[in-house]
């Protein structure tokens, strides 16, 4: 693994009143050691994961809006506000790598479109054929397997968004194969039960106004979705109580 730490610079911060700060998760941050090649950040919608991940990407000087260092195009609001406030340390360094969201992966896609239009880029590294004419799903595992190469370090923010279960256990090899002899470094934003199932990976949780260290068993997503698998039918009627309450 190559990002071992990341500090946040209480000294710089003048406003602690406006985003990010006002996020607990972060603004009670002061070093988070990453001591797994694949550790994952969890927690509740908002509590920080995305703000995190973002300034990573744009302290690697990795396109905030998804991409490498080389991928230059702007989507609105994309900047890392946070970026500024963070420190990465690094053995060794490397600047290989890429930072991949979700939600605007179909701007990624045109501008992919848009270098293989101009000859800058051949389709070969994302599956042969332009992303925007894979299914959703197709266009991420073809990131998946043929961009991402040895010794560098992948972003990734809700990689499960368009992967059906059997595509994720697809992913789960292929992160296996990335990672095996510490040849590349992953850090992902993930609500999925299945990708935290990866075996010997850090688990870094966001709850509680801070970021910690926590097991498989103990996360929201492996328990939640444990008791409903495991309690279907009662789930479904308390749910069907409290609306007609
Ligand atoms: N550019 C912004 N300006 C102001 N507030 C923001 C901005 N981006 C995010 N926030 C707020 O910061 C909080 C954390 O957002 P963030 O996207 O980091 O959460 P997250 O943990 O990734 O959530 P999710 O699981 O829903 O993706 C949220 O309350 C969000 O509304």
């Not at 509590?47 to 991928?71: H, Q, V």
């Not at 501008?111 to 239009?117: C, F, T, Y």
């Not at 389709?123 to 991402?148: C, M, W």
């Not at 934003?189 to 990866?198: E, M, W």
């Amino acid at each position: 693994m190559f990002l071992k730490r990341v500090t946040l610079l209480h000294e710089k911060i003048e406003n602690r009143v406006e985003y990010p700060f006002t996020i607990p998760s972060i603004s009670g941050l002061e070093q988070l050691e990453l001591t797994s090649s694949v550790t994952f950040f969890v927690g509740e919608n908002g509590s920080g994961k995305s703000t995190l991940l973002e300034a990573i990407a744009d302290k690697c000087d990795f396109n905030t809006a998804g991409g490498g260092r080389n991928n230059i195009y702007d989507v609105h609001a994309s900047q890392s506000v946070l970026g500024d406030y963070i420190r990465l340390s690094w053995l060794p360094k490397i600047g290989n790598g890429f930072f991949m969201r979700a939600e605007s992966f179909y701007h990624f896609a045109t501008h992919i479109d848009e270098m293989a239009k101009e000859e800058m880029i051949p389709y070969r590294a994302y599956g042969g054929k332009s992303l925007h004419e894979q299914s959703h799903g197709e266009s991420f595992l073809s990131l998946f397997l043929n961009r991402f190469s040895s010794e560098a370090i992948y972003l990734l923010d809700e990689p499960e968004a368009a992967l059906s279960p059997q595509r994720q256990l697809m992913f789960l090899r292929i992160l296996h194969e990335l990672t095996q002899d510490e040849e590349c470094q992953f850090i992902i934003a993930t609500h999925s039960p299945i990708l935290l199932g990866f075996p010997g990976a850090q688990i870094l949780s966001f709850d509680h106004g801070e970021i910690q260290e926590i097991q498989y068993e103990e996360t929201d997503h492996y328990r939640i979705t444990k008791s409903f698998l495991d309690h279907r039918e009662r789930f479904l009627t308390e749910i069907t109580a409290d609306e007609e309450e």
